[in-house]
């Protein structure tokens, strides 16, 4: 079984690799859209840029939402939480954020099925395909380790304070 | 339910924060809560049972099959058709070689859906009809462990998206695995929200099965 010291690190060394991997996942692109010969390399960003440009803020909105503001809202509060653990400051806050974080974290893997949507169906050549690009890879490595992160760091470690001497 | 030992000096856990908390005599209606965290400990008594999430439960894995095997999307582009289903964008990525990609596509949108489904099925199925089936605790961790991979929902508003980036480059035609794509996303959701894990654990005591080793973390 796992230890709490043992959960603690790992979760820290998940967070911090998420949040190093979040800056190459918004910067190169996850996927290329060739339609009619066109071919336009996407990143995640550009994909909602795309959909604002047609007129659906709607599902722009989804999207930003839902592939750029939850990653990052993710690492950051598993980060605060993380950060303040072995202390006794918000812990109330703390908790109520670790049941948020683990309620809304599922929505970034919404770019993820898009791609495998958009792949399956699109592959018909020079007339319009979607290939799968390296940004992609970091997407995931985000949204695995924050899933883990958020995972591993039980509820009820944000309420013990300094008397644990491991951490 | 009736309690196993007298009430009063009984210490239970908390099952969100694991903060002791003494098992009380409720009034009618009321439920107890947890005075650190504040969620729900002990639910009002009476009314919940297995048959919901059995049923539910059950209802989605036939929908989770049809899913599988009936087409999401057709999509044209000059005449050409193609259609796609679930594991059709799970082979695209491994044949392109994102075989992480292709791994979680596959685990959050088929398999920890059918292993969640199954397990909430087999474990309400014996807590319903008081079975003593074997491996019931594998199968409750199971649940347990399958539950956050359980993207359908989520899979199914990505469905929604693909198709309006899709209609800017050609037709799009939902076919018959959309909707049950839907339906397994609504199933699920209900049947997270009616299987009551305090529920089944209370039960499974009842049977004599939750051993000291079943009270993992």
Redesign the interface.
């Known amino acids: ?1 796992m230890t709490d010291a043992f959960r603690v690190s790992t979760a820290r060394a998940l967070v911090t690799t998420g949040a190093l991997l979040y800056i190459p996942s918004n910067v190169i692109p996850v996927m290329t ?1 060739t ?1 009619a010969g066109k071919t336009e390399p996407l990143t995640v960003l550009g ?1 909602v840029k ?2 604002w440009d ?1 007129n ?1 803020p709607a ?1 722009a909105g ?2 930003f939402l ?1 592939s750029f503001v939850v990653p990052l809202l993710k690492v950051v509060s598993l980060a605060w939480i993380l950060c303040l653990h072995g202390t006794d400051r918000h812990q ?1 806050a703390r ?1 109520t954020v670790h049941r948020i974080v ?1 309620r809304i ?3 970034s ?16 050549g020079a ?2 395909s979607v ?2 690009n390296p940004g ?2 970091y997407f ?1 490595g985000v ?2 380790c924050c ?1 883990f992160a958020a ?1 591993i760091y ?3 470690l ?2 013990e304070s300094h008397e644990d001497p491991k951490t | 339910m009736k309690p196993r030992s007298p009430l009063g000096n009984e210490w239970i856990a908390c099952p969100h924060c694991e903060a002791p908390c003494r098992r009380q005599q409720l009034p009618a209606g009321c439920e107890l809560r947890c005075s650190r965290c504040g969620s729900t400990v002990i639910e009002p008594a009476g009314k919940k049972t297995f048959q919901p999430a059995l049923a539910l439960s059950v209802a989605g894995l036939f929908a989770l099959f049809l899913a599988s095997i009936s087409p999401v999307l057709t999509f044209d582009v000059a005449g050409r058709e193609q259609a796609g289903y679930i594991f059709t964008g799970v082979k695209e990525l491994l044949h392109q070689g994102y075989w992480m990609i292709a791994i979680l596509v596959f685990v959050a949108s088929m398999l920890a859906p059918a292993l969640y489904l199954v397990s909430i099925a087999y474990v309400s199925t014996a807590c319903a009809f008081r079975l003593r089936l074997p491996h019931l605790f594998l199968f409750f961790h199971l649940a347990e462990w399958a539950e956050p991979w359980n993207l359908i929902p989520v899979y199914s508003i990505a469905t929604v998206v693909s198709v309006v980036k899709l209609r800017m480059i050609g037709g799009v035609t939902w076919n018959d695995g959309a909707r049950w794509v839907l339906a397994v996303a609504f199933l699920t959701l209900f049947a997270q929200q009616l299987f009551d894990r305090r529920l089944v654990e209370h039960r499974l005591g009842a049977m004599g099965l939750l051993g000291e080793s079943g009270r993992g973390e």
């Open positions: 079984m859209m339609v994909g795309e959909l047609s659906l599902i989804v999207v839902a109330s908790n683990h974290g599922s929505w893997m919404i770019d993820i099925f898009l791609l495998s949507v958009l792949a399956a169906v699109g592959q018909l007339l319009g290939i799968a992609a890879i995931c949204m695995i899933l995972e039980k509820p009820r944000i309420w």
